[in-house]
Nanobody, 126 residues
Framework: QVQLVESGGSLVQAGDSLRLSCAASGRTFALYFMGWFRQAPGKEREFVATISQKGDSTYYGDSVKGRFTISRDNAENTVYLQMNSLKPEDTAVYYC???????????????????WGQGTQVTVSS
């Protein structure tokens, strides 16, 4: 069974940096693209970033482009989200996600994913 466990969320100040981690287990991690999403209170889930199986293709949501970086370590079965220049509007629960099938290289919407972590809270104070 696929399990995704996020960590690294915290309370930080605007302008700070934070790195989130997502540890995956239950299957061969390197065969699947991965993604990060976030959801703020009262708002819809938002796509943040996705990364291909080998890490050579990445895509970002417009609101985080240029500030966030997604990466992965296939030897450690872990995907990361480096978040720089954090803003109060980045406050949300951040979720790691994985697909059931591996025929795609990236996933840009929630429907591309079948497995979700429990989420980690990121709060950015002004």
């Amino acid at each position: 069974q696929v399990q995704l466990v996020e960590s690294g969320g915290s309370l930080v100040q605007a302008g700070d940096s934070l790195r989130l981690s997502c540890a995956a287990s239950g299957r061969t991690f390197a065969l699947y693209f991965m993604g990060w999403f976030r959801q703020a209170p009262g708002k819809e889930r938002e796509f943040v970033a996705t990364i291909s199986q080998k890490g050579d293709s990445t895509y970002y949501g417009d609101s985080v482009k240029g500030r966030f970086t997604i990466s992965r370590d296939n030897a450690e079965n872990t995907v990361y989200l480096q978040m720089n220049s954090l803003k109060p509007e980045d406050t949300a629960v951040y979720y790691c996600a994985a697909p059931k099938y591996r025929y795609r290289t990236v996933g840009l919407i929630g429907a591309d994913y079948d497995y979700w972590g429990q989420g980690t809270q990121v709060t950015v104070s002004s």
